[in-house]
């Protein structure tokens, strides 16, 4: 059993009061909670869940995995120019660059994009040249012209986003004739989709609407990004894309990660972690209410699958 976190209503109202730039611009240092081993470039600054595979050992192995499985999905290959979307601290630019470089061909052009001032900082203080590049941005309105990349990628973000449509549309544009999107995204269960929507039926508008607006709050999820994995390939369809392949792997991503949360969500290295950036009062409440954020979605994963999806921007219209 997770431990019993106090304050219910005050964890609440922080996450409900904040938005999802601004909320993990300050809870990104608890990630590192999940990690708990530091190398010679610091400490890790995973932001995904995780690909546990047999033989992985850590939570910063099973990030890497599900970096390395999207871009194998998505075909990532020297010579492909690539936008990284939500790349937080930019591990998954990083780990791109790495890839790219060991194919040993012409590397082409890589950006990490992330709506988080924070994070778009902290990617750029650990580049030594001019690639990758870095910048802040939003996913639904993306900052570069038609037909930019070659490949776009999505890792474990897109359900944040206002309206994952927006961004279908998006990447539709910035990608070349031929390009491919992939996302490694979490969407509802059929079951979960059809309870959710039963429910709302029953419910008046405005507490319809309420529900809403806490589902998007606290979860940092709107609502209109709940849809199922079916529906979730149809919107691709619908913006243009062809060839949508679907792949649930979540009995390889939620159980092993809700095991990994209950050992490390014992102790206080959150707290110890925000620490570096806040007073004592506010790194304490800001870990309580990430912790019961975190707690919220673990407790969620039978009513979630977790996706591998890619796409193709079709060769002529």
């Avoid at 909320?23 to 995780?50: C, D, F, I, K």
């Avoid at 591998?308 to 060769?315: H, S, W, Y």
Wanted: hydrophobic share 40%; proline share 6%.
């Amino acid at each position: 059993m997770l431990p019993t976190r106090r304050r219910p209503l005050a964890d609440f109202r922080l996450m409900r009061r904040t938005g999802v730039e601004q909320w993990y611009g300050e809870v990104m240092h608890a990630w590192q909670s999940l990690h708990g081993e530091t190398g010679s470039g610091g400490p890790p600054q995973w932001r995904n869940l995780g690909y546990w595979t047999d033989e992985t050992r850590s939570m910063t192995g099973a990030s890497r995995n599900l970096a390395v499985k999207l871009a194998d999905a998505a075909g990532v290959e020297a010579g492909c120019d690539v936008l990284d979307v939500g790349c937080g601290p930019g591990e998954s630019t990083y780990l791109l660059q790495q890839r790219l470089a060991s194919d040993g061909a012409a590397r082409g052009r890589l950006v990490g994009m992330d709506i988080t001032q924070r994070h778009v900082d902290m990617a750029l203080a650990r580049r030594t040249g001019d690639s990758p590049e870095f910048v802040h941005g939003d996913a639904t309105d993306v900052p570069f012209p038609a037909e930019s990349f070659d490949r776009v990628l999505a890792l474990e973000c897109a359900f944040h986003f206002p309206d994952r449509r927006a961004f279908f549309a998006e990447a539709l544009r910035v990608l070349r004739p031929g390009g491919r999107v992939g996302l490694a995204d979490v969407v509802p269960t059929a079951s979960a989709d059809a309870m959710r929507r039963r429910t709302r039926r029953l419910l008046p508008g405005p507490l319809r609407s309420r529900l809403d607006r806490y589902i998007g709050d606290v979860m940092k999820t709107p609502p209109v990004n709940l849809v199922p994995a079916r529906e979730y390939a149809g919107q691709l369809r619908s913006a243009g894309f062809t060839d949508v392949t679907v792949e649930d792997i979540s009995e390889r991503v939620f159980p092993h990660f809700a095991r990994h949360w209950e050992r490390v969500s014992q102790s206080d290295r959150p707290e110890k972690i925000l620490r570096r950036d806040a007073d004592l009062v506010t790194a304490d409440a800001r870990a309580k209410a990430w912790r019961r954020q975190m707690d919220m979605f673990v407790s969620s994963w039978r009513m979630s699958e977790y996706l591998i999806v890619t796409a193709r921007k079709p060769k002529s219209a």
